[in-house]
C-alpha cells in the first residue's frame, strides 16, 4: 500500500446502487464502490463489460439515450451528483474531477491551440484568467513533461504525437488539482515504451497532488501497476473487488480468474497451451520465475508434429524457406509543386526463416513492420533487396511468380471487421483464395467445409455473413481463408491485438495448433512482446525502419544487447512484474 | 505557399481548359456561326461578308487565340448578330446578377444556420422532425415555382411588392430594394433548405465528436461545449457547401430574372440563346464558368485558412 | 495532389446517418424512420410513374386537341386540374408531361451513371498516378459547367429539345458518379479484405467486380436516386426558359411558364405542375435518402 487507509475518514467518492441503462435494457447492474481520497483503483473488464459506462455516470457525461440510477456522492458535494442538473455537473467537472479518455487523436480539438485548451480548464472555474491562465499551461505543459512547453502551447492538436496529446490531456485534467482523476484506457492506444512513460506520468502527477484515482482498463498488468485496488466488471456486474493483490493472486470468482490466466502469457496448462476462461481452474496466479520458466511455450511444445524443423535441428547447409536482403522501402511524398522528399520506411533489412521456424517480428507503430509484411507478401514493391519465398523472389510485377508464392505464403490480417467482404458468405470469402486457382465450385464448397471445421466454426457458419460473427470468431474465417490451398508459410499481421483477452487466448492456441498440424513456418507481426515470446522461436526487433536485433526468443528478451529493446522489454508490463513492484 | 502555387497553377489550368471546351463546343455547330449570324435568307455572298468582317474564315485555332487574347484585355468581340460590342453588356448586367445572389446567399444562411442548428439539437423530437420535413419539401421546390407562389401572394395578393422589373440604387433606394424582395426570397428559401439539411447534418457530426466531451469534462455545459467548441469545427464544412451553393445560385439567378424580368446576366444569357448569337453565349458562359471557377478556388483558400490541419499540410 | 483538394471533398453528407447509439432502440427506431423515409419516397416516385404509365393507355382528353368552348375553365369535375387557355384538359397534360420527365431524368442518370462509376472505380483502383489525377481534373473541369448552364449551352448549339436537354443533364452529372465511385473505391481499397483478395492472388478485373462493384453499389444507387431529382429539376427549369422540351410535347416546366401570365386570374394552371414538379423530386431525394440508410454497410455490419 502506497498511500494512507482509504478506510479512515468518509471516502471522496461513493457510488451505491448504480444502475446504468437505456429504456429497454440493462447496461449495468446496481454497482457500489468507493474510492477514498487519494486512492487508486482500478476497473477492469473486457469490450461491453460497463466499465466505461460507469466512468460516464460518474462524470455526468453519459449519451442522452442512456440514464442512470442509484446514488453517486462525492465528499463535500451534498446530494446525489446523479440529481444535478447538467449547469451544476460542469461546475464539478474539472474543478473536482477529471477525466483523462482514451482517443488522443480525437479528444481534442483539433481548430484551438493546445495552450489554450489547457487554460479553458482554468478559466472556466475562474481559478486563473487571461495571462495568468496562459502562463499556468505553459507551467502545467512542462509539469507533463512535453519538451518546450511554450512552443507547445502555441501548437495545434495534429502537431502532437499521440503521448503528447495524452500529456496535453492530463495537464488540462489536472491544472485545477482536482481530488479526483478518471482515467478511461488512457494508454490503450499507444505505444508500450510511450503507455510507460504516461503511466509513470499518471503517477507522479496524482502523487504530487493526493488526487484519487479511478482507472478504467482491459488490461490487467496496467492495472497492476497503477492501482491499490481493482474492481472486476463482466457483463454490467461487479463480479469481484478486493486490493490488487487479493484479485491477483487469489481470486475467488470464475471469470476473475478466467481473466487472469488468459492474459499471463507466460502460463500455459499441461498440454502446453495458453489457459482460456475454460481451462483456468488449473491456473495457479501470474508467474513466481521458476514457474514461468517451468511452463513450456508453444512455440517448444510442438515436437511431435513430423514437420517441425527448427533451425537450430536443420543442418548448416539447409536453405531458409524466406530470405531478405538488403530490403530498402523509401515512399515519395510530394508537397505542393515542385519539392519531393522521401521518407525511408525500411532500411537494410536482412531475415531468414528457416522451414519450420517461427518468427516474430516486434515494432511500435512506425517501426516499418507492416511494410516489411506487405513486401514480403508482394503487395508494394521494394525499393532495393530482394525478398526470396521458397524458389520464388517476390516481385509485385512478376504475376506468375507471384502466383506461385502465394499457393506457398498466405495472410491473416490485422482487424476482424475489415479484412472479411462484408457482402460475402463465410463460405465465399474463405473460398476466394482457391478461385485464383482455378478451383470448381463443388471442390470449393467442399474444401470450405473442412477447413472452416479445422478453425473450430460450426458448419452453417459457412452461409452467414461477417457481421454475424464475433470478433474472435471473425478471426478464424481470416485462418481458415489463408489456411484453405495449404500454404508452407503464414504471416500474420497482428492478427490478437484487437481481440479481448479471453478470445485472444483461443485463437492464439489454434493458431499455434495448426502451425503444428499443417507443418508451418511462421511469421508473426506485433507490437505484443508477450504474444510473440508465446509462439515464436525467433525474434526481430525493429525501429524506425531498421532491424534492431535478432535472435533467439530467450537471447533478446533475456539477454537484450541494444538499449532499445532493453526499453522495449523493461516497458512491456506483465503481471508478475507489476505485481512484484506492488 | 508551394501547395498555394500549386493550386494556382491548378486553376490556370482548368479555367484553360474550360475555354477549350466552351469555345469547341461553340464550333460543333452544323453549319457555322456567320451562317446562322446571316439568316435562313442568307446568300453565300451575305456569308462570306460576315465570315470576313468578324474573320470567321481564318483557321480555328487563330480564332481561338484572338477570342482568348480578346479576353484577357477584357474585350469579348462584337456580336455578329446585334452588332453590338459584348464586354459593356456582361459588366452591365453582371452587377445585376452578383447583387441578386450575394443578397439570397445572405438572407440563405440567415435562415439555414439558426434553423438547421434548432434542428440538430431537437434530433429524435417532434420538432426537430418537423424542422427536417420541411427542409426536405423545401429542396424539391424549383425556385421558379417558389417566384411565381411569391408573386401570387405577395404581388397580385397582398399587393406588397412589384411582380417585375428592375430599379437601380440611384434611382431611388426604396424601389430598388422592393424590386429586390421577392427574386431574392425566391432563390434564398430554396436554397435555405438546401443549407438547412447541410447545416443539421454538421452540427450533429459535430455533436459525436469526442472533443466536445472533453470540454464537457473540464466544466463545460453540454450547450456551451457546442457553442465554443463545437460551431466553428461545425462551420468549416458549412462555409465550405456556401461556397459551392453560391455556383448553383449564379445558374439559379438565370432562370429568377426570366421570371422577373430582371437585366441580369442570364437574361442576357437567354437572349442570345434564342438569337443565336453564339459569340454573345460564348461570353457569357465563359464569364459564367470562370465565377464558378474562382468562386471554388476562394472556397478552397479559405478552407486553408479556416483549418490549421489543412494549413500545416500545405 | 494539393490540400485544399479536400475542401469539396469533405463536404458534409447533408443526410448522413447518425452514429447508431450504443442500444439497440435507437437503432431500430431510426431504421423505421429510414423505411418511413424510403416508403414515402417510392410512393411519391410511384405515382410519377402510374401518372406516365397509364398515359400511354388512357388519358382523360386527347392532349393535342384544342377546346376552344372550355377555355381556361378552372377546377370542376370534367376537368379536375382545370384547362389552359387552348382549352386543353391540364390532368392530360400533367399526365403526359409524367413521361417526358422520367425519360429525361432516365436517360441523364444512365448516361452519367454507365460513363462515371466505370471512370471513378478506375481512378479509384489504378496506381497510374497520371491517370486518376487526368480523370480527376477532367471532372473538375466539367464539374463547372452546372447542369443547367450546360443545357443552356447545348440548346444554343444544337437548338432547344428534349435530346440535347437529356445529353446535356447526363454530361453534366458525370462528375458527381465518378467522384462518388472514386472515394467509395479508395475506402474499399483501403480495407484488408482487398489485401487479402490480393495475397489470394486475384486480378485487378476480380476484385473490381467481386468485392469494389457490390461495396460500393448501394452508394451508387443512392447518386442515382438524388441525380435522378436535379435532372427533374433542371428540366423543369429549362423547359420554363423554353429551352428544354418544345411544343407540342407536354412538359411541366413549359406549363409553368405558359401559367405566367394567367397567375391572377387562373392559378390552378401554375400550382399543379408546380406541385408535380415538387412531387417528383421530393420522391427521388426521399428514396435516396431511404436506400442510403438502408444500403450503408457500416450500419448493416452493427446491426
Redesign the interface.
Known amino acids: 500500500m502506497r498511500r494512507t487507509d482509504p478506510q479512515a475518514g468518509t471516502p471522496l467518492l461513493t457510488v451505491e446502487g448504480l444502475t446504468i441503462g ?4 440493462t ?1 449495468v447492474e446496481p454497482l457500489s464502490f468507493a474510492i477514498g481520497a487519494g486512492e487508486r483503483v482500478g476497473l477492469i473488464g473486457e469490450s461491453g463489460s460497463g466499465k466505461s459506462l460507469t466512468a460516464s455516470a460518474v ?1 455526468g ?1 453519459l ?1 442522452s ?2 440514464s442512470a440510477a442509484g446514488r453517486v456522492e462525492l465528499a463535500g458535494e451534498g446530494g446525489n451528483l446523479l440529481d444535478l442538473d ?2 451544476a455537473l ?6 473536482r474531477m ?2 483523462v ?1 482514451q ?1 488522443p487523436m ?7 491551440r493546445v495552450g489554450d ?1 489547457v487554460a ?2 482554468m478559466t ?2 475562474g481559478t486563473a484568467r487571461g495571462r495568468q491562465a496562459t502562463a499556468r499551461a505553459v507551467e502545467l505543459l512542462d509539469q507533463v513533461h512535453l519538451p518546450d512547453p511554450a512552443q507547445a502551447a502555441r501548437a ?1 492538436p ?2 502532437l504525437s499521440g503521448g503528447q496529446r495524452q500529456r496535453v ?1 492530463l495537464a ?2 489536472l491544472a485545477n488539482s482536482p481530488d479526483l482523476l478518471i482515467c478511461d484506457e488512457p494508454t490503450t492506444a499507444l505505444d508500450v515504451t510511450v503507455q510507460a512513460a504516461v503511466l509513470d506520468l499518471i503517477d507522479e502527477q496524482i502523487a504530487a497532488r493526493g488526487t484519487g484515482l479511478l482507472f478504467i482498463t482491459h488490461d490487467l498488468a496496467v492495472v497492476a501497476r497503477v492501482c491499490e485496488r481493482v474492481l472486476v466488471m463482466h457483463a454490467g456486474r461487479v463480479v469481484e473487488s478486493g486490493t490488487v493483490e487479493q484479485i491477483f493472486t487469489r481470486p475467488q470468482h470464475a471469470y476473475t480468474r478466467g481473466l487472469l490466466a488468459a492474459s499471463d502469457l507466460t502460463a500455459t496448462d499441461a498440454r502446453g497451451r495458453l489457459f482460456t476462461i475454460r481451462t483456468a481452474a488449473e491456473y495457479r496466479g501470474p508467474g513466481t520465475p521458476e514457474q514461468a520458466e517451468a511452463a513450456p511455450r508453444a512455440a517448444e511444445s510442438g515436437e511431435a508434429a513430423p514437420t517441425e524443423a527448427r533451425p537450430s535441428d536443420a543442418g548448416e547447409d539447409a536453405r531458409p524457406l524466406i530470405e531478405i536482403r538488403g530490403l530498402e522501402k523509401t515512399y515519395v511524398r ?6 519531393r522528399h522521401e521518407v525511408r520506411a525500411l532500411a537494410g533489412i536482412d531475415v531468414s526463416v528457416m522451414p519450420g521456424g517461427r518468427l516474430g517480428v516486434v515494432g511500435e507503430s512506425g517501426s516499418g513492420k507492416t511494410t516489411l509484411l ?1 513486401i514480403l ?3 508494394i514493391p521494394a525499393s532495393a533487396g530482394t525478398v526470396r519465398v521458397g524458389d520464388v523472389l517476390v516481385d509485385p510485377h512478376d504475376a506468375a511468380g ?2 506461385a508464392m ?1 499457393q506457398d ?3 491473416v ?3 476482424p ?8 458468405t463465410t463460405e465465399e ?1 474463405v473460398a ?2 482457391l ?3 482455378g478451383a470448381g465450385s463443388a471442390e470449393r464448397r467442399r474444401r470450405a467445409a473442412e477447413v472452416v471445421e479445422a478453425v473450430g466454426l460450426d458448419r452453417d457458419a459457412l452461409f452467414r455473413y ?2 454475424q460473427f464475433s470478433g474472435g470468431q471473425r478471426q478464424r474465417i ?1 485462418i481458415a ?1 489463408a489456411l484453405i490451398c495449404r500454404p508452407r508459410i503464414l504471416v500474420a499481421d497482428e492478427p490478437v491485438s484487437a481481440l479481448d483477452v479471453s478470445v485472444r487466448a483461443q485463437v492464439l492456441n489454434l493458431l499455434s495448433d495448426l502451425v503444428d498440424e499443417y507443418g508451418l513456418t511462421l511469421v508473426f507481426v506485433s507490437h505484443d512482446l508477450g504474444v510473440v515470446r508465446h509462439l515464436c522461436d525467433e525474434v526481430v526487433v525493429m525501429r524506425g525502419g531498421e532491424l534492431v536485433e535478432a535472435g533467439t526468443v530467450e537471447a533478446v528478451y533475456d539477454r537484450p544487447q541494444q538499449e532499445y529493446t532493453r526499453a522495449l522489454v523493461a516497458a512491456t508490463p506483465t503481471l508478475a512484474g507489476a505485481l512484484a513492484a506492488q | 505557399m508551394s501547395a498555394l502555387l500549386s493550386r494556382l497553377l491548378q486553376f490556370l489550368l482548368t479555367v484553360w481548359a474550360a475555354t477549350v471546351v466552351v469555345f469547341a463546343l461553340m464550333q460543333v455547330l452544323p453549319g457555322n456561326a456567320a451562317q446562322v449570324a446571316a439568316g435562313l435568307q442568307a446568300t453565300p455572298e451575305d456569308v462570306a461578308r460576315i465570315e470576313a468582317e468578324f474573320g470567321l474564315d481564318r483557321p480555328l485555332p487563330v480564332q481561338y487565340l484572338d477570342w482568348v487574347g480578346g479576353m484577357l484585355r477584357g474585350d469579348f468581340g462584337t456580336s455578329y448578330v446585334t452588332h453590338v460590342p459584348i464586354s459593356p453588356l456582361i459588366a452591365d448586367s453582371v452587377q445585376v446578377t452578383l447583387i441578386l445572389v450575394l443578397a439570397s446567399m445572405a438572407v440563405a444562411l440567415l435562415i439555414a444556420v439558426p434553423v438547421g442548428s434548432t434542428a440538430a439539437l431537437l434530433r429524435g423530437r417532434a420538432a426537430g422532425a418537423v424542422l427536417s420535413g420541411l427542409s426536405q419539401v423545401g429542396v424539391a421546390v424549383p425556385n421558379f415555382l417558389a417566384a411565381i407562389l411569391l408573386v401570387m401572394v405577395f404581388s397580385l395578393g397582398l399587393g406588397w411588392f412589384p411582380s417585375s422589373g428592375w430599379q437601380a440604387p440611384i434611382e431611388g433606394f426604396g424601389g430598388f430594394l422592393s424590386h429586390l424582395v421577392l427574386p431574392v426570397l425566391a432563390l434564398a428559401l430554396v436554397q435555405a433548405a438546401i443549407l438547412t439539411r447541410y447545416v443539421r447534418s454538421a452540427v450533429l457530426e459535430v455533436l459525436r465528436e469526442d472533443y466536445l466531451r472533453t470540454a464537457r469534462a473540464k466544466g463545460r455545459t453540454a450547450a456551451g461545449a457546442l457553442a465554443v467548441h463545437g460551431l466553428r469545427n461545425a462551420a468549416i464544412p458549412v462555409i465550405t457547401v456556401a461556397g459551392v451553393q453560391l455556383a448553383t445560385l449564379l445558374v439559379g439567378a438565370v432562370v429568377i430574372e426570366q421570371v422577373f424580368v430582371l437585366p441580369g446576366i442570364g437574361s442576357e444569357l437567354i437572349r442570345a440563346v434564342q438569337n443565336r448569337d453564339l459569340l454573345t453565349v460564348q461570353g457569357i458562359v465563359m464569364v459564367l464558368v470562370l465565377m464558378v471557377l474562382v468562386l471554388n478556388l476562394v472556397i478552397d483558400l479559405l478552407y486553408t485558412v479556416l483549418d490549421p490541419r489543412v494549413r500545416s499540410r500545405s | 495532389m494539393s490540400a485544399p483538394r479536400s475542401a469539396v471533398e469533405a463536404l458534409p453528407d447533408p443526410v448522413a446517418p447518425a452514429a447508431p447509439g450504443p442500444a439497440s432502440p435507437t437503432a431500430s427506431r431510426r431504421s423505421r424512420r429510414a423505411d418511413l423515409t424510403l416508403v414515402t419516397g417510392a410512393v411519391l416516385v410511384g405515382l410519377v410513374v402510374v401518372l406516365a404509365l397509364v398515359s400511354f393507355v388512357w388519358t382523360p382528353y386527347d392532349y393535342a386537341a384544342p377546346d376552344p368552348a372550355a377555355r381556361l375553365q378552372g377546377v370542376s369535375a370534367a376537368h379536375p386540374f382545370g384547362t389552359d387557355r387552348y382549352g386543353r384538359d391540364t390532368l392530360t397534360w400533367i399526365m403526359m408531361g409524367a413521361r417526358i420527365t422520367l425519360l429525361v431524368g432516365l436517360i441523364a442518370v444512365v448516361i452519367a451513371l454507365v460513363v462515371g462509376v466505370p471512370l471513378g472505380v478506375l481512378a479509384g483502383m489504378t496506381r497510374i498516378r497520371w491517370l486518376s489525377g487526368l480523370v480527376m481534373r477532367g471532372s473538375d473541369v466539367l464539374l463547372a459547367f452546372p447542369a443547367l448552364l450546360l443545357a443552356i449551352v447545348f440548346s444554343a448549339v444544337f437548338g432547344p429539345g428534349t435530346v440535347p436537354a437529356m445529353c446535356a443533364l447526363g454530361i453534366a452529372a458525370i462528375p458527381a458518379f465518378a467522384r462518388v465511385a472514386r472515394s467509395g473505391t479508395l475506402q474499399i481499397m483501403s480495407r484488408e479484405f482487398i489485401a487479402a483478395a490480393r495475397t489470394a492472388n486475384r486480378s485487378p478485373w476480380a476484385i473490381a467486380v467481386t468485392h469494389v462493384l457490390p461495396n460500393i453499389g448501394g452508394l451508387v444507387v443512392v447518386q442515382a436516386s438524388v441525380a435522378f431529382a436535379l435532372s427533374v429539376l433542371a428540366e423543369a427549369g429549362l423547359s420554363f426558359l423554353g429551352l428544354g422540351t418544345q411544343p407540342p410535347t407536354p412538359s411541366w416546366g413549359r406549363m409553368l411558364q405558359e401559367s405566367q401570365q394567367y397567375l391572377g386570374t387562373a392559378p390552378e394552371l401554375a400550382i399543379f405542375p408546380g406541385v408535380f414538379i415538387a412531387v417528383a423530386v421530393l420522391g427521388f431525394n426521399l428514396l435516396g435518402d431511404g436506400l442510403r440508410d438502408r444500403l450503408d454497410p457500416t450500419l448493416r455490419g452493427r446491426e
Not at chain 1, 475489415?418 to 457482402?423: E, F, T, V, Y
Open positions: 437505456t429504456r429497454a435494457r447496461l462524470m457525461l449519451a439515450e442512456l447538467e449547469r460542469a461546475r464539478l467537472r474539472g474543478r477529471g477525466m479518455f482517443e480525437s479528444a481534442l480539438n483539433p481548430l484551438m485548451q479553458e480548464t472556466l472555474h495545434y495534429h502537431q490531456m488540462a485534467a510530394r508537397g505542393g509543386l515542385f519539392r506487405s507478401a508482394g503487395l507471384l502466383a502465394r505464403l498466405q495472410v490480417f490485422q482487424d471487421f475489415a479484412s472479411l467482404d462484408p457482402r460475402m470469402i476466394e483464395p478461385r485464383s486457382l461477417p457481421h481470416s481463408r
